[in-house]
């Protein structure tokens, strides 16, 4: 009984850790869009860059990791 608890909360934090990493990464990849478009409005420029959704990007990325 002892070892499954532990063994089931082992499983929960493993599963909580992973989801965080995601969504850690997500925002920082959104902070990053964000601080672009920021740098664009303070140089004044009329053409901002085409912004990528984070899914787009990760999309993209395998593609080249599976190409590679």
Not at 1 to 6: E, G, H, K, L, V
Not at 34 to 39: D, S, T
């Given at each position: 009984?002892?070892?499954?608890?532990?063994c089931?909360?082992?499983?929960?934090?493993?599963?909580?850790?992973?989801?965080?990493?995601?969504?850690?990464?997500?925002?920082?990849?959104?902070?990053?869009q964000?601080?672009?478009?920021?740098?664009c409005?303070?140089?004044?420029?009329?053409?901002?860059?085409?912004?990528?959704s984070?899914?787009?990007?990760?999309?993209?990325?395998?593609?080249?990791?599976?190409?590679?």
């Open positions: 009984m002892r070892i499954a608890t532990i089931f909360f082992a499983g929960l934090i493993a599963i909580i850790s992973a989801c965080s990493a995601g969504s850690i990464k997500r925002t920082g990849y959104e902070t990053l964000n601080m672009g478009e920021i740098q409005q303070k140089e004044l420029s009329s053409e901002y860059p085409e912004r990528e984070y899914d787009a990007y990760q999309k993209k990325r395998k593609d080249i990791e599976n190409t590679q």
